[in-house]
């Protein structure tokens, strides 16, 4: 579903800039504008894009999220990306000998908004799909965002990831609301007694309960069962139904 820039504009808060370092196919730009504005962020930098500024691929690919993308800076280079900001965290999964610290991406949002919520403006790194963000990049952050993959498979997509990213800060930001489905209370119990004699009363004329002497274990059986399902009162009513109607049938076949 496609939403309107003022829907995707009124629903944006505070967030980090995404800056990525050399991007390649304006498709993974896209994608990754796509995936950002998905949680909430939208200001995107790019350090010398392969294919140049503005791409229509990009734009095509980002689908809706044309507010990341009509807005989108490119720089010469990561110094002048990240030149007002004021705390950087790069994405790498290689092991690099720097002493930076490494946090994961739950650690990394919560990281960014304290920050943010304090009005410094932050920003992570990406680096570009064939070989990620250079050892130069990584040495200007503050740390390191390193996602928990696959290590005999650690290579991600620029939009994966960040799409992890996005959605660790949309988590840590208190964005995510998730509508919770309307509730119906359980029926009262004397809606279930009335249900558990009608079935077993049905059961009873239709021969179930064999041999006799163990009906009063299976009726109990029965009887728990029902009782520990946590009927409402329009299931009890529909399953009340389900029974005369099954009876019904049976009186048919007997004729």
Same mark, same amino acid.
């Given at each position: 579903?496609?939403?309107?820039? *003022?829907?995707?504009?009124?629903?944006?808060?505070p +967030?980090?800039?995404?800056?990525?370092?050399?991007?390649?196919?304006?498709?993974?730009?896209?994608a990754? @504008?796509?995936?950002?504005?998905n949680?909430?962020?939208?200001?995107?930098?790019?350090?010398?894009?392969?294919?140049?500024?503005?791409?229509?691929?990009?734009?095509?690919?980002?689908?809706?999220?044309?507010?990341?993308?009509?807005?989108?800076?490119?720089?010469?280079?990561? #110094?002048?990306?990240?030149a007002?900001?004021?705390y950087?965290?790069?994405?790498?999964?290689?092991r690099?000998?720097?002493?930076?610290?490494?946090? !994961?991406?739950?650690?990394a949002?919560?990281? &960014? *908004?304290?920050?943010?919520?304090?009005g410094?403006?932050?920003?992570?790194?990406?680096?570009g799909?064939?070989?990620? &963000?250079?050892?130069?990049?990584? @040495?200007?952050?503050d740390?390191?965002?390193?996602?928990?993959v696959?290590?005999?498979?650690?290579?991600?997509? &620029? +939009?994966h990831?960040a799409?992890?990213?996005? $959605?660790?800060?949309?988590? @840590?930001?208190? #964005?995510?609301?998730?509508?919770?489905?309307?509730? !119906?209370?359980? +029926?009262?119990?004397?809606?279930l007694?009335?249900?558990?004699?009608?079935?077993e009363?049905? %059961?009873?004329a239709?021969? $179930?309960?064999?041999?006799?002497? *163990? *009906?009063?274990?299976?009726?109990?059986? %029965?009887?728990?069962?029902?009782?520990? @399902?946590?009927?409402?009162?329009?299931?009890?009513?529909?399953l009340?139904?389900?029974?005369?109607?099954?009876?019904?049938?049976?009186?048919?076949?007997?004729?």
């Amino acid at each position: 579903m496609r939403i309107s820039r *003022k829907q995707a504009r009124d629903g944006l808060t505070p +967030a980090p800039l995404f800056v990525l370092v050399e991007p390649q196919m304006g498709e993974n730009i896209g994608a990754t @504008a796509r995936a950002m504005l998905n949680f909430g962020v939208a200001g995107l930098r790019l350090v010398r894009p392969r294919d140049g500024w503005p791409n229509p691929k990009a734009a095509a690919t980002a689908s809706g999220a044309s507010i990341v993308i009509d807005q989108t800076d490119v720089f010469a280079s990561l #110094d002048e990306a990240i030149a007002d900001c004021q705390y950087v965290l790069a994405t790498t999964a290689r092991r690099r000998e720097l002493p930076t610290a490494v946090l !994961t991406p739950d650690a990394a949002a919560a990281a &960014l *908004k304290e920050r943010i919520a304090a009005g410094l403006r932050c920003a992570v790194l990406f680096g570009g799909e064939r070989n990620g &963000l250079a050892s130069d990049d990584v @040495a200007r952050a503050d740390a390191i965002v390193s996602i928990p993959v696959n290590p005999a498979f650690a290579s991600l997509n &620029l +939009a994966h990831a960040a799409l992890i990213v996005a $959605y660790e800060w949309s988590r @840590a930001a208190g #964005d995510m609301e998730i509508d919770a489905p309307a509730t !119906t209370p359980p +029926a009262g119990r004397e809606d279930l007694h009335r249900l558990i004699e009608h079935l077993e009363a049905e %059961l009873d004329a239709a021969g $179930y309960f064999f041999p006799l002497e *163990k *009906k009063p274990g299976m009726a109990r059986n %029965l009887r728990a069962a029902i009782s520990r @399902a946590g009927f409402t009162e329009p299931e009890i009513r529909t399953l009340r139904g389900v029974i005369k109607a099954l009876a019904r049938s049976g009186d048919r076949e007997e004729v």
